[in-house]
């Protein structure tokens, strides 16, 4: 096997093999509690910018198919794991992880202490780091490593954004069937694209929704040329601070339209209202977040992906109220207006992967849509 290297940006070296592509990347290196669903997070956009680390000690043993990517393409910089597995075994299996890493180009390293580097980022912080299958000078990486630049004002969303506007038509996947057609729509939908997941759309396609995906940098004025009856502004990576054009137009919606934030678009609905957000020690990434309803009461395991979060008390004043938190550290999960049909959630309600405890979410927004 190639020899590899992760080396962080405090100068934390892991020493292993190399999987997937051959070659150098960085990234901020950030690590993901789920067992399993590591094809959805690969292809998931808002990973743009990170080297991924699984806890899960294999990794890739169901091997990689066709039908639950989440996204045209991989996005991760780099992919971590203590072990993948050579000879995936599943019926819906069609290649191996390290082939679909090698075919996508994305460096991937494998063979090292997982647990060790996961606890390293939990004391210290995520943090940036080069991973290379070409380079295995510790002292030059280490070097390098301290110059990097860092998630923080940077815009990634321009990098994983649609292009052009596209219509979406497909509804959620059934044993047997395969991805089904959703039913008659009721509803018109504006989704903002900041890194929009597949099954975000495929779940307001299954609850009736007519659904047009517009690039990030759509105006709210051209948003509402299309008069719809609702505006999702999906996930995307990154800082939420860095896309002051995708806050503008939100700013320019809010109390227009109903409107439902999710993960990043949590984030942009809370600084388009005069919010507040800061960044975590070392994020929350996993499908096993407890979140409360402090409406209800219920606790709702969760997928999370997020290096960022809102400070509730920066919207006080503003007529927002939190509506879920998180049972682990306590920050703010959701956010919904006293008056105007908007809310958000931090987390991802349509899972993919993960439980679906949260998907009545998107039952929530038909029905604000629909004036109740």
């Avoid at 901020?28 to 669903?37: D, K, L």
């Avoid at 009856?229 to 995307?236: A, E, H, K, Q």
């Amino acid at each position: 096997m190639r020899p590899a290297v992760l080396v962080l940006r405090d100068g934390r070296a892991f020493e292993g093999e190399a999987l997937g592509a051959v070659g150098e990347t960085w990234g901020e290196v950030i690590f993901n509690t789920a067992m399993q669903g590591y094809q959805e997070i690969l292809t998931d956009p808002s990973y743009r910018g990170q080297i991924v680390v699984m806890t899960y000690p294999m990794v890739g043993n169901y091997g990689v198919n066709e039908e639950d990517v989440e996204s045209r393409r991989p996005w991760v910089n780099g992919f971590v794991v203590r072990e993948a597995a050579p000879c995936p075994s599943s019926w819906r299996g069609r290649t191996s992880l390290h082939a679909y890493l090698e075919r996508h180009g994305i460096v991937g390293l494998q063979g090292i202490d997982t647990r060790a580097l996961t606890r390293h980022l939990r004391d210290h912080g995520a943090q940036d780091g080069i991973l290379s299958s070409v380079d295995t000078d510790l002292a030059r990486l280490r070097e390098r490593a301290r110059q990097l630049p860092g998630l923080v004002g940077r815009d990634l969303v321009r990098e994983v954004t649609a292009p052009a506007p596209f219509a979406w038509t497909e509804g959620p996947w059934r044993l047997g069937a395969g991805y089904t057609a959703p039913p008659a729509p009721r509803f018109r939908v504006v989704a903002y694209d900041a890194g929009i997941k597949r099954a975000i759309l495929r779940q307001l396609a299954a609850v009736g929704c007519e659904v047009t995906v517009v690039p990030a940098a759509t105006p709210a004025e051209a948003v509402l040329e299309r008069r719809p009856d609702g505006v999702v502004v999906s996930n995307g990576p990154g800082d939420p601070e860095a896309v002051p054009y995708l806050i503008a137009s939100v700013r320019g919606l809010l109390g227009r339209v109903p409107l439902f934030g999710i993960c990043l678009g949590h984030q942009v609905l809370a600084l388009a209202a005069g919010g507040r957000t800061y960044k975590l020690p070392f994020g929350h990434h996993g499908a096993n977040h407890p979140v409360k309803d402090l409406a209800t009461g219920r606790v709702e395991i969760t997928a999370q992906n997020h290096g960022f979060a809102v400070d509730p008390a920066s919207l006080e004043r503003a007529g927002w109220v939190v509506s879920h938190v998180n049972l682990y550290d306590g920050t703010c999960e959701g956010l919904r207006h006293r008056e105007w049909p908007a809310f958000s959630v931090q987390y991802h309600p349509e899972a993919s992967p993960g439980p679906h405890d949260a998907s009545y979410l998107f039952e929530r927004f038909a029905a604000a849509m629909k004036g109740g």
